[in-house]
Protein backbone atom coordinates (compact mmCIF):
# COMPACT_ATOMS: atom_id res chain seq x y z
CA UNK A 1 0.00 0.00 0.00
CA UNK A 2 1.34 3.43 -1.16
CA UNK A 3 1.30 6.39 1.42
CA UNK A 4 0.72 9.87 0.32
CA UNK A 5 2.30 12.76 2.32
CA UNK A 6 2.58 15.89 1.46
CA UNK A 7 2.33 19.50 2.19
CA UNK A 8 0.49 22.56 0.00
CA UNK A 9 1.27 26.46 -0.12
CA UNK A 10 -0.67 28.73 -1.91
CA UNK A 11 1.79 30.36 -4.42
CA UNK A 12 2.80 34.16 -4.35
CA UNK A 13 4.39 35.23 -7.74
CA UNK A 14 5.69 33.74 -10.97
CA UNK A 15 9.05 33.40 -9.50
CA UNK A 16 8.82 29.50 -9.57
CA UNK A 17 8.82 29.14 -13.17
CA UNK A 18 12.50 29.90 -13.41
CA UNK A 19 13.53 26.58 -12.25
CA UNK A 20 10.56 25.24 -13.74
CA UNK A 21 11.47 21.99 -16.00
CA UNK A 22 8.58 19.88 -16.85
CA UNK A 23 4.56 20.22 -17.25
CA UNK A 24 1.49 17.90 -17.59
CA UNK A 25 -1.46 19.12 -18.31
CA UNK A 26 -4.57 17.55 -16.38
CA UNK A 27 -8.30 16.98 -16.41
CA UNK A 28 -9.49 15.19 -13.52
CA UNK A 29 -12.81 14.64 -11.93
CA UNK A 30 -14.64 12.86 -9.01
CA UNK A 31 -16.83 9.67 -9.73
CA UNK A 32 -16.90 9.22 -5.84
CA UNK A 33 -16.16 11.71 -3.12
CA UNK A 34 -17.30 10.88 0.97
CA UNK A 35 -15.22 12.14 3.91
CA UNK A 36 -12.62 10.08 4.21
CA UNK A 37 -12.01 8.54 1.22
CA UNK A 38 -12.39 9.21 -3.04
CA UNK A 39 -12.53 7.67 -6.19
CA UNK A 40 -10.55 9.96 -9.06
CA UNK A 41 -9.99 10.05 -12.43
CA UNK A 42 -7.10 11.79 -14.19
CA UNK A 43 -6.34 12.31 -17.95
CA UNK A 44 -2.92 13.30 -18.27
CA UNK A 45 -1.90 15.78 -21.77
CA UNK A 46 -4.59 13.64 -22.92
CA UNK A 47 -2.77 10.77 -23.82
CA UNK A 48 -2.98 8.57 -20.76
CA UNK A 49 -5.17 8.28 -17.74
CA UNK A 50 -5.16 6.80 -14.28
CA UNK A 51 -8.00 6.16 -11.90
CA UNK A 52 -6.90 6.81 -7.60
CA UNK A 53 -8.27 5.75 -4.66
CA UNK A 54 -7.25 7.75 -1.63
CA UNK A 55 -8.29 6.78 1.94
CA UNK A 56 -7.92 8.61 4.75
CA UNK A 57 -8.83 12.01 7.23
CA UNK A 58 -5.46 13.13 8.18
CA UNK A 59 -4.44 16.72 6.61
CA UNK A 60 -1.28 15.19 5.44
CA UNK A 61 -1.20 10.91 5.34
CA UNK A 62 -3.52 9.34 3.51
CA UNK A 63 -3.26 6.12 1.74
CA UNK A 64 -3.40 6.08 -2.46
CA UNK A 65 -3.59 3.18 -4.70
CA UNK A 66 -3.48 4.37 -8.60
CA UNK A 67 -3.93 2.55 -11.73
CA UNK A 68 -3.41 2.61 -15.71
CA UNK A 69 -6.99 2.78 -17.18
CA UNK A 70 -7.49 2.80 -20.74
CA UNK A 71 -8.38 6.70 -22.05
CA UNK A 72 -10.97 5.95 -23.55
CA UNK A 73 -12.64 4.71 -20.25
CA UNK A 74 -11.19 7.47 -18.51
CA UNK A 75 -13.19 10.57 -20.94
CA UNK A 76 -16.11 8.66 -20.10
CA UNK A 77 -16.08 8.37 -16.51
CA UNK A 78 -15.35 12.17 -16.46
CA UNK A 79 -18.48 12.71 -17.99
CA UNK A 80 -20.39 10.88 -14.92
CA UNK A 81 -18.28 13.28 -12.80
CA UNK A 82 -19.35 14.91 -9.54
CA UNK A 83 -19.43 18.28 -9.56
CA UNK A 84 -16.23 20.34 -11.50
CA UNK A 85 -13.92 18.81 -13.44
CA UNK A 86 -10.46 20.66 -12.75
CA UNK A 87 -8.23 21.40 -15.48
CA UNK A 88 -4.64 22.20 -14.81
CA UNK A 89 -0.78 22.09 -15.22
CA UNK A 90 1.20 20.98 -13.35
CA UNK A 91 5.09 21.67 -13.19
CA UNK A 92 7.71 20.08 -11.80
CA UNK A 93 10.24 22.29 -9.72
CA UNK A 94 13.17 21.51 -8.06
CA UNK A 95 14.43 22.92 -4.80
CA UNK A 96 16.95 22.30 -2.65
CA UNK A 97 16.63 18.46 -2.97
CA UNK A 98 13.01 18.34 -2.94
CA UNK A 99 10.32 18.68 -6.31
CA UNK A 100 7.82 20.77 -5.78
CA UNK A 101 4.38 20.34 -8.12
CA UNK A 102 2.98 23.15 -8.82
CA UNK A 103 -0.56 23.92 -10.22
CA UNK A 104 -1.65 26.62 -12.67
CA UNK A 105 -5.86 25.83 -12.74
CA UNK A 106 -7.38 26.71 -15.65
CA UNK A 107 -11.32 27.03 -16.49
CA UNK A 108 -13.32 26.96 -13.49
CA UNK A 109 -10.45 27.86 -11.08
CA UNK A 110 -8.30 30.27 -13.82
CA UNK A 111 -6.11 32.22 -11.15
CA UNK A 112 -5.51 29.50 -8.37
CA UNK A 113 -1.62 28.49 -8.69
CA UNK A 114 -0.86 26.20 -5.55
CA UNK A 115 1.85 24.22 -4.60
CA UNK A 116 2.61 20.58 -3.15
CA UNK A 117 5.64 19.04 -1.84
CA UNK A 118 5.36 15.12 -1.31
CA UNK A 119 7.33 13.93 1.62
CA UNK A 120 8.56 10.54 2.78
CA UNK A 121 7.39 11.15 6.43
CA UNK A 122 5.70 13.82 8.01
CA UNK A 123 8.36 15.22 10.37
CA UNK A 124 10.42 16.05 7.39
CA UNK A 125 10.93 19.76 6.91
CA UNK A 126 11.51 20.36 3.48
CA UNK A 127 13.33 24.20 2.83
CA UNK A 128 10.35 26.32 1.78
CA UNK A 129 10.85 28.04 -1.58
CA UNK A 130 10.81 32.03 -1.15
CA UNK A 131 8.04 32.34 -3.63
CA UNK A 132 5.54 30.24 -1.43
CA UNK A 133 2.95 31.93 0.56
CA UNK A 134 0.58 30.81 3.31
CA UNK A 135 0.55 27.40 3.73
CA UNK A 136 -3.04 25.17 3.22
CA UNK A 137 -2.13 21.87 4.04
CA UNK A 138 -5.09 21.22 6.56
CA UNK A 139 -7.41 23.75 4.75
CA UNK A 140 -9.69 20.95 2.93
CA UNK A 141 -10.67 24.00 0.35
CA UNK A 142 -7.45 23.70 -1.44
CA UNK A 143 -8.04 19.63 -1.45
CA UNK A 144 -8.64 18.73 -5.44
CA UNK A 145 -11.71 16.67 -3.88
CA UNK A 146 -13.09 19.72 -2.24
CA UNK A 147 -12.64 22.04 -5.12
CA UNK A 148 -14.28 19.49 -7.69
CA UNK A 149 -17.20 18.49 -5.39
CA UNK A 150 -18.15 22.25 -3.71
CA UNK A 151 -18.22 25.52 -6.04
CA UNK A 152 -15.63 27.19 -4.07
CA UNK A 153 -14.44 29.89 -6.51
CA UNK A 154 -16.62 32.95 -4.68
CA UNK A 155 -14.92 32.18 -1.49
CA UNK A 156 -11.83 32.50 -3.10
CA UNK A 157 -12.38 35.88 -5.05
CA UNK A 158 -12.44 33.78 -8.20
CA UNK A 159 -14.72 34.44 -10.74
CA UNK A 160 -17.86 32.74 -10.70
CA UNK A 161 -19.92 31.44 -14.13
CA UNK A 162 -22.56 34.00 -15.13
CA UNK A 163 -26.08 32.90 -16.58
CA UNK A 164 -25.83 33.31 -20.39
Not at 2 to 17: G, N, S
Not at 104 to 130: F, I, K, R, T, W
Amino acid sequence: MAKEIERKFLVLDERWRETARNHTSMRQAYIASMEDRSLRVRILDGASAKLTIKIGRSAMTRDEFEYDIPLGDAEEMLGNAIGIVLDKTRHEVAHEGYVWEVDVYHGAYNGLVVAEVELDSEHQNPPLPDWLGPEVTGDSRYSNQSLATEDLRGEMGLPLPTAS
